[in-house]
């Protein structure tokens, strides 16, 4: 009995001497093992037996790893690729970067406003030609344009209206984009004379009476797209079916199924084929409704036209140009909906300021991805293990891993330009595509992540705060799951970091 009275009182002058240290280490390395094994049981559930799951947790201020499961395997990104695209683009081209689109002429218009011969419109992949820029105003989205072309005294031209895009170069879509992706808003073909994300969007109708057809309206209002409308209106009772398709390479949509009488307006959208010819069409329009006619067509050349027939911009006089918003807001706007095509645009934006010129076999993505890697040597990404293969995560064949997307997010920490970055990122429960995820939790208004999906892929990454004001980095990538509660999974884990406290 006094051997174990002496025990205790030695134990007791131990714990009171040093409970600054007991409160500070070791509830935080249990409250670490627990948090471990919470995540480690999530993990392992039997529903997430044939899927795979790929996760990384790293506190920014201290570089302790907290958790990691699988961190070196690649997996399928998803939208978690424009974590790269978007932090090499502002690494190189600086958050202040706008993107011009010239005027070009052969002579400048006469006193009279009288252009005699073509007018070129030379686009450098300026996304900015949308509702989205200006003030979700469907007639305003080429006035930029238009207003500089009216600056230039031009009140006639003589010639043709011609769209140039061969500021890039290589076909209009990403690598590995499959056809089926084609027709819809987040498969748009890109251009580098981009107007309305290259899409249109429709809101259908149903008619005043059964049998009869239902409307079809167009916002922007155009006719650059054929309608064939096979949709009928039924019985106010009935549910509503509609499919809209567009075959790959035309420009004819045809919209079949029933709408009930009494029901509700369909919004939905398709892409358009050949978005540059789309661009100067409604420029054409634009400009006549401005009082400008245009007497010849309007038409395009692309980088395959000029192999044949150069574009020489040294013998061409710039009557105007337009500049785009800033990069910083193109950013945002990219990360914060996903918008597949301004990633890719940005992409490309790199491909085209490149330092050294392109080997002939080379598109544009192609030197965009090498400056890419370039970027991601410097940020302390190891090779292989980012393979991607375009800008917005799109492609199904591009992976990364997990350890990839840490050492990213912990460079762009300490990056001059970390703010920018980490303000473009949609934040939890308050907006972009995080706007209706975790919700009246820890994570809600703290958490600022990149969402990433695609069939069988979902994937979230970005950073937090827990509740001992400790800064985190975490990737989490989950694979080859058909759960319908993929982002809930993911959810749960983030969750569970906000409101983890180590103390």
């Known amino acids: 009995m006094k051997s174990v009275s002496v025990s205790f009182i030695v134990l007791l002058i131990v714990t009171v001497a040093g409970r600054s240290l007991s409160t500070e280490v070791t509830?935080?390395?249990?409250?670490?093992?627990?948090?471990?094994?919470?995540?480690?049981?999530?993990?392992?559930?039997?529903?997430?037996?044939?899927?795979?799951?790929?996760?990384?947790?790293?506190?920014?201020?201290?570089?302790?790893?907290?958790?990691?499961?699988?961190?070196?395997?690649?997996?399928?990104?998803?939208?978690n690729a424009k974590l790269f695209t978007g932090a090499a683009?502002?690494?190189?081209?600086?958050?202040?970067?706008?993107?011009?689109?010239?005027?070009?002429?052969?002579?400048?218009?006469?006193?009279?406003?009288?252009?005699?011969?073509?007018?070129?419109?030379?686009?450098?992949?300026?996304?900015?030609?949308?509702?989205?820029?200006?003030?979700?105003?469907?007639?305003?989205?080429?006035?930029?344009?238009?207003?500089?072309?009216?600056?230039?005294?031009?009140?006639?031209?003589?010639?043709?209206?011609?769209?140039?895009?061969?500021y890039f170069r290589g076909p209009p879509f990403g690598t590995q984009w499959t056809w089926d992706d084609l027709q819809q808003y987040y498969g748009a073909e890109f251009s580098a004379l981009t107007v309305q994300d290259n899409v249109v969007d429709l809101i259908i109708k149903p008619g005043d009476r059964i049998g009869a057809p239902c409307e079809i309206v167009t916002l922007p209002s155009t006719s650059y797209l054929a309608f064939s409308n096979r949709v009928v209106t039924v019985e106010a009772d009935s549910k509503r079916r509609v499919s809209i398709y567009r075959p790959v390479g035309e420009n004819v949509v045809y919209v079949s199924g029933w709408m009930p009488l009494t029901g509700s307006n369909l919004v939905d959208s398709v892409s358009v084929h050949d978005p540059a010819r789309w661009f100067v069409t409604l420029l054409k329009e634009a400009l006549a409704r401005r009082g400008i006619r245009v007497t010849g067509n309007a038409r395009t050349m692309n980088w395959l036209d000029r192999q044949i027939a150069p574009l020489v911009l040294d013998d061409l006089v710039e009557l105007g140009s337009v500049q785009s918003a800033p990069l910083r807001t193109i950013l945002s706007r990219m990360m914060k909906p996903s918008?597949?095509?301004?990633?890719?645009l940005l992409l490309l934006q790199l491909g085209s300021n490149w330092r050294t010129p392109p080997m002939p076999e080379q598109t544009t993505e192609d030197v965009g991805l090498a400056e890419m890697n370039t970027f991601l040597k410097t940020a302390g990404v190891r090779d292989g293990d980012v393979l991607l293969e375009e800008g917005s995560g799109l492609s199904r064949g591009a992976l990364v891993t997990p350890n990839s997307t840490i050492a990213l997010l912990q460079?762009?920490?300490?990056?001059?330009?970390?703010?920018?970055?980490?303000?473009?990122?949609?934040?939890?429960?308050?907006?972009?595509?995080?706007?209706?995820?975790?919700?009246?939790?820890?994570?809600?208004?703290?958490?600022?992540?990149?969402?990433?999906?695609?069939?069988?892929?979902?994937?979230?990454?970005?950073?937090?705060?827990?509740?001992?004001?400790?800064?985190?980095?975490?990737?989490?990538?989950?694979?080859?799951?058909?759960?319908?509660?993929?982002?809930?999974?993911?959810?749960?884990?983030?969750?569970?970091?906000?409101?983890?406290?180590?103390?």
């Open 27 to 79: 509830p935080t390395n249990s409250g670490r093992a627990e948090l471990q094994a919470t995540l480690t049981a999530h993990l392992s559930q039997d529903r997430f037996h044939a899927a795979a799951w790929a996760v990384k947790v790293v506190s920014l201020d201290s570089g302790e790893t907290f958790f990691e499961h699988n961190p070196h395997k690649l997996l399928k990104p998803a939208s």
């Open 89 to 166: 683009v502002l690494d190189r081209l600086g958050p202040d970067f706008r993107i011009k689109t010239s005027l070009y002429a052969a002579t400048r218009p006469e006193k009279s406003g009288t252009l005699r011969g073509d007018l070129i419109i030379y686009g450098r992949g300026d996304p900015c030609f949308a509702e989205r820029f200006n003030g979700g105003s469907y007639s305003n989205i080429l006035k930029p344009i238009v207003d500089a072309i009216a600056a230039a005294g031009i009140k006639q031209i003589k010639g043709d209206l011609i769209g140039d895009e061969s």
């Open 339 to 344: 918008q597949n095509l301004y990633a890719h």
């Open 411 to 503: 460079h762009m920490r300490r990056h001059p330009h970390f703010e920018v970055f980490r303000e473009s990122l949609p934040v939890a429960g308050v907006d972009g595509t995080l706007r209706n995820r975790m919700r009246n939790t820890a994570a809600a208004g703290n958490v600022r992540a990149k969402t990433g999906t695609l069939r069988y892929v979902n994937t979230l990454s970005g950073y937090l705060t827990n509740k001992a004001g400790e800064n985190l980095a975490f990737s989490l990538m989950l694979n080859n799951y058909d759960g319908d509660a993929a982002r809930a999974a993911l959810d749960k884990i983030v969750v569970t970091l906000a409101e983890h406290d180590p103390r």
